[in-house]
C-alpha cells in the first residue's frame, strides 16, 4: 500500500514563494493514474486546489490559476505543487494524494502566509 509524506511547507511573506513535495515512501506514484493536492482552512471544508485527472488534462482551482504549478517525477517518486505570489488566504494545511480504487492522503503540511 503506497504513503505518501508531505514536505515543504512552512511560514512565508505575502508575496513569496514555497514549494510542497509529496514522496511515497512506499509503492511507486507512477501506477496512480489520478493524484493531486487538496488544501483545508480551518473552519473550512477541504478544496481541490490542482490535480492531474486520470483521464483529461492538469486542472487547477481558479484561485490558483497563474500562481501554483502541479508537476511530476516519476523517477523520484515525487509529485511537487510550486506556489508563487502567495496571498494570506492561501494560508492552510495542504495534503497530496493519489487514486485508484481508494484514496491515500498524506498527513498534510502547513502554509502560512502572514507578514
Known amino acids: 500500500q503506497v504513503q505518501l509524506v508531505e514536505s515543504g511547507g512552512g511560514l512565508v511573506q505575502p508575496g513569496g514563494s514555497l514549494t510542497l513535495s509529496c514522496t511515497a515512501t512506499?509503492?511507486?506514484?507512477?501506477?496512480?493514474?489520478?493524484m493531486g493536492w487538496y488544501r483545508q482552512a480551518p473552519g473550512k471544508e477541504r478544496e481541490l486546489v490542482a490535480r492531474?485527472?486520470?483521464?483529461?488534462?492538469?486542472n487547477y482551482a481558479d484561485f490558483v490559476k497563474d500562481r501554483f504549478t502541479i508537476s511530476r517525477d516519476n523517477a523520484k517518486n515525487t509529485m511537487s505543487l510550486q506556489m508563487n505570489s502567495l496571498k494570506p488566504e492561501d494560508t492552510a494545511v495542504y495534503f497530496c494524494y493519489v487514486a485508484d480504487k481508494l484514496v491515500t492522503w498524506g498527513q498534510g503540511t502547513q502554509v502560512t502566509v502572514s507578514s
Open positions: 512506499s509503492g511507486r506514484l507512477a501506477n496512480f493514474g489520478a
Open positions: 492531474f485527472p486520470s483521464v483529461g488534462v492538469t
